[in-house]
């Protein structure tokens, strides 16, 4: 019997068949608080100078994201929810560079359909995911980095597996779950980082498991990656 696979992203770049890359602290988090701020849809690259060149090829663009966590110079938001959160975004595109979640995102080059998650999305992913019938997926475990092996993703790693639940109709853990993403090295590393680059909130925002009823897609558009929400089932 086949099963779901659990992937850093430096091995997924041959992969076909559903994907899903998880990135729970913070970058999948955010862009799901983006589109319930009313995003168009958001485009995810590799780096900081990609995404500069496409704001100064399209100034109305809005920018957010991270490098190392803090907010680079030039973007209009940080990687943090709570700041996306009370933003107007109504119609806005958007594009968010992050150090481990969008680069996990273009890792997976080879992708049949490829999903982005987080708590916040996770039983509405599960649905998508289903609802494909590609079978068994691989998550991209982005926040595991082959060279800081204090970093190895445990919170991405937890979340992936609280969707997988959800995908076989098994118990969520969700309190469990949300509690171990908040007690995680990750949030307490993105918490130090302090006003301007994080929220006090945003593991908060984070951990409310189930929060918004949409998926988030990835699609290739040219050359680019734009992820959008979906609703499944419809």
């Not at 091995?11 to 799901?32: H, K, M, W």
Request: charged content about 25%.
């Amino acid at each position: 019997m086949l099963e779901a696979r659990f992937l850093p992203r430096w091995e997924v770049g041959d992969v076909t068949g559903a994907v899903v890359a998880v990135d729970v602290i913070r970058a999948f988090t955010t862009a799901a608080y983006a589109f319930a701020a009313g995003a168009k849809h958001i485009y995810l690259v590799d780096s900081v100078e990609e995404a500069l060149a496409v704001k100064r090829a399209e100034p109305d663009v809005v920018l957010m994201g991270e490098d190392h966590g803090r907010r680079p110079p030039g973007f209009d938001f940080s990687n943090s929810p709570v700041a996306i959160a009370g933003a107007d975004l109504s119609g806005r595109v958007l594009v968010q560079r992050t150090s481990a979640g969008t680069r996990g995102v273009v890792a997976a080059r080879s992708a049949t359909r490829l999903w982005c998650a987080s708590l916040v999305c996770a039983s509405a992913t599960a649905a998508a995911v289903q609802a494909s019938g590609l079978g068994p997926p691989t998550y991209v475990i982005t926040g595991d980095f082959e060279d800081r092996p204090d970093m190895n993703g445990t919170d991405d790693l937890a979340t992936a597996r609280l969707i997988e639940r959800a995908r076989l109709g098994e118990a969520l853990e969700a309190i469990h779950t949300a509690q171990f993403v908040a007690d995680s090295d990750e949030a307490a590393r993105t918490l130090k980082l302090g006003d301007g680059d994080a929220h006090r909130d945003d593991i908060a925002y984070a951990t409310r498991v189930d929060a918004f009823d949409f998926a988030m897609e990835v699609t290739r558009v040219a050359d680019r990656l734009r992820l959008e929400p979906t609703h499944p089932g419809v």
